[in-house]
């Protein structure tokens, strides 16, 4: 015989229904065939089956009202996005088993659906890290969904800072109210370009979301400017070795012979005029040398390196008394640290040369900005004359200079992840502003 758990719902409600009209058929039945009770045993009888009746009642009350409820917090669960939750179907075959298993069901399909949406967005997520422009997924309210590495460090910000965040909010209005496939000048805290603006919009499960991407224009053309630089200063250098080594050989070679002959006091001409073609010869061999180290900079060997530690190293190999470190928060850098000593020495170097006679000094500082270390380099002299042309190569403003400086500086500052701007202070001098990326974990 099936006990109470292995019966159906309707099997259930109906033996609850029998419990209670058996008790008062049964007294109905004794009292009209003839065996009278009397009226205190039938005020008793009539007592304990009211007690009983109640209690089966209380008992079918919460016999039907169980799986219901049940069945409510299911929903209201999926509702709320939990699809863990199933329902023990105690009978099969009747309507409330067939309902229960059919939830069942739903709750399963859901739970399916919400895994494959997790490894589409997982999908989605990994593929736009992937790519090197900037780029993310808004809703309709203009939140952000996803957002790539790129675009994080166009804004200063980590990732997870983007997530949920209004676009607005971050500095993506102008990038928002520009028209698709135009371009823009956006002055974002990880860099001042103009951006190529490519907007699109899909649906998903009905929504309608955006997607926007960013392409740096001035990078593409960087690249191919320095590309072709390289190339130039190889095929320069290529034929100028080829031809000042063997005039300084020869240089050193007639200074010999002319030592040994008789030239009836001409010597003294001579030998100054082989000094002047062996000191050019040497000068521009020098200078070729000098620039061929653009075209051969090596890649960066990063590593953790604490930034304070870092420019007191390079202040003591500069031995700049008016050099002075300011204070700023403990910083460790993902970078190669040969290379970055020798950018920053390049730009004291060349504040250090602007300063001149002028009186004052020059000051380091530093902060943090979301993933980078932005770096300040500042000097009380009279400022930049001319900003355009400051990362060509070939142009100095310096006497004498060969105007490399800069431009390794820069090549330097990229190659590590980094950037470099100069720009004059309102209130007098030029200030180097450098970006440099902090170790992952910071």
Known sequence: ????????????????????????????????????????????????????????????????????????????????????????CQGTGDGIGILCEEINLLADALQENRLAQLEEDFRLQSLIDKLDIAALILDQQGHIIMANLALGTLLGRRQEELSGARAVEVGLQRALEAGSESTAWLDLPGKSSRFLIHRTEYRQQGRIQRILLLTDLKTPLREEERSAWKRLIRVMGHELNNSLTPIISLTQSLKGRVQQMDLAGREQSFMEALEVIGSRAQRLNQFMQDYSRLAKLPEPNREKVDLLELLERVARLENCKILSIGEGPECTLFVDPVQVENLLINIIKNARDALGECPGGIRISWRRQSIDAQIWVDDDGPGLADSENLFVPFFSTKPGGSGIGLVLSRQIAEANGGSISLYNRPEGGCRAEIRLPLSVSE
């Not at 089956?49 to 209201?76: D, Q």
């Open 1 to 88: 015989m099936k006990g109470p758990s292995s019966l159906s719902y309707p099997a259930r409600v109906f033996s609850i229904g029998c419990l209670i009209a058996l008790p008062w058929a049964s007294l109905f039945i004794v009292e009209h065939a003839g065996f009278p009770i009397g009226n205190e045993m039938a005020w008793l009888i009539v007592a304990l089956l009211l007690l009983f009746s109640l209690f089966l009642l209380t008992y079918l009350w919460n016999t039907t009202r169980a799986p219901f409820n049940t069945m409510a917090n299911i929903i209201k669960a999926m509702r709320q996005g939990d699809y863990s939750r199933r329902i023990h």
